[in-house]
């Protein structure tokens, strides 16, 4: 369920509060009561559906690639599920399978391998192999560095990516990408 949070501060009480009637320091008289909270005008917005894409990482990759290549990665971003960044289908609650992807970013299938080479070779996207119910699949990982839907993310998931946002990993993403060109 989504919910919407007021935000309140606290704010320790200083020593010069005096009750005028006692001359006594309202902590001396209230020990207990050592912070006052205030209402704010801030309210946490917590819903389920929320996808936080680091800006700075996708304005460089908006400088490099094509729009409609930066749109098939936003597209990515919102399907992601888990503290491992797996893209799920959205009608099948499941991960994606590849032909499954291919068609939702309104690719052909020559076109979407060439796409995902280039994902995976600028670390934007990591295929992982393994079984499902007994049937070996590949799921898709999108890079946190870039977008991610929970708070958390699982450490290991950060072995598999670099870290987008340092220019020299940009740097040498850049000389990956225009050697195609």
Known sequence: MDKITNITTKQKISQEYINT???ETLISELPSLAYVVKNTDLVVVDY???TVINRDVMSFLEEMLPFAEIGRINKLSQSIKSNWNILHNPSTKM???L???AKDIQ???DKFHVFMQKMY???IIYKLKGYWDGVEKTVIVLNPHLAKNTKT?????LTLFEDLSKPSV??????LINQKK
């Open 21 to 23: 009637e006692t001359g």
């Open 121 to 123: 070779k600028a670390s």
């Open 107 to 109: 690719y052909t299938r």
């Open 153 to 157: 993310v699982n450490k290991e998931l």
């Open 95 to 97: 991960p994606y399978e």
């Open 48 to 50: 389920k559906s929320f």
């Open 99 to 101: 032909d499954e992807l």
């Open 170 to 175: 940009q740097e040498k993403i850049k000389l």
